[in-house]
């Protein structure tokens, strides 16, 4: 949709003999930010596709994507691994810089997402903390419940963008019965743990597929080689990390710190 939507609003535009200047100009967008929204890297914002749609005598073809373009909370390129998300019946990941978005707080999030680069307009960082948050669910209200495994390295527990309202938060959810939260100490830190982030999923149909995220891509997949380097990986980690138990008091220990 971000891509179907940037391609129409090219050919629009286009057609109108409005340059890309133009739409930036009067849309208060640089004509980088236009340029991205056109080859479907940034989505096309309510206010560009309103312009545009004046600018290019669209007759309100351009703005009717405002509707269809709300719901894609996510980047394109993390649309998949979404999907299958909310059809799996079990998760596993380790996570070395971030806490993990399903067991991140609001403030966290916007922290996060209010800093990246290139910068994001207003209306897209609401609607991708919206879709954060809306992830959260498959911790409580999935029926039956999804099992969910989180390793997370201590060097993600000591950043400066983690408060103690964000350490109690892993303690809350870490006493959900369908949740495992384990730390990985720097004292147990091995070579696997270093080579970035990565998430396993298996669906109803047991399926199993690998997701690696990293700032120039990511990739979902299903290749048996690489799910099964995934989960060599991921045992690896998880046999080196604190039990949920001593993860548990590890985190309380952080939080009594003066």
């Known amino acids: 949709m971000w891509r179907f939507s940037g391609n129409q609003l090219k050919r629009w535009r286009t057609k109108a003999n409005v340059s890309r200047e133009q739409l930036a100009a009067a849309s208060n967008y640089s004509p980088d930010t236009i340029k991205a929204m056109e080859q479907g890297v940034r989505m096309p914002t309510p206010r560009v596709l309103d312009v545009a749609d004046e600018l290019c005598r669209a007759e309100g073809l351009l703005s009717a994507a405002k509707d269809y373009l709300s719901r894609e909370k996510f980047p394109p390129r993390a649309q998949e691994f979404m999907e299958r998300e909310r059809e799996a019946i079990g998760r596993w990941s380790y996570d070395a810089t971030y806490i993990p978005g399903l067991l991140q707080t609001k403030g966290y999030t ?149």
Do not use: C, W
């Open 110 to 258: 916007r922290t996060l997402i209010e800093n990246r680069y290139p910068p994001l307009d207003e209306e897209t960082v609401e609607q991708r903390i919206t879709g954060r948050m809306e992830r959260q669910a498959i911790l409580t209200e999935r029926k039956p419940p999804v099992a969910l495994s989180f390793v997370i390295y201590e060097a993600a527990l000591h950043s400066p963008l983690v408060d103690v309202g964000q350490l109690r938060r892993l303690l809350e959810v870490s006493l959900l019965r369908n949740v495992a939260l384990q730390v990985l100490p720097f004292a147990r830190a091995i070579p696997a743990a270093l080579l970035g982030p990565m998430v396993l999923l298996e669906t109803r149909d047991h399926e199993r597929f690998a997701y690696a995220e990293g700032q120039l891509g990511s990739q979902l997949s299903a290749d048996p080689d690489v799910v099964s380097r995934t989960i060599e990986r991921l045992s690896m980690i998880r046999a080196e990390a604190l039990s949920p138990a001593e993860s548990a008091r590890f985190i309380e220990r952080m939080v009594d710190q003066p």
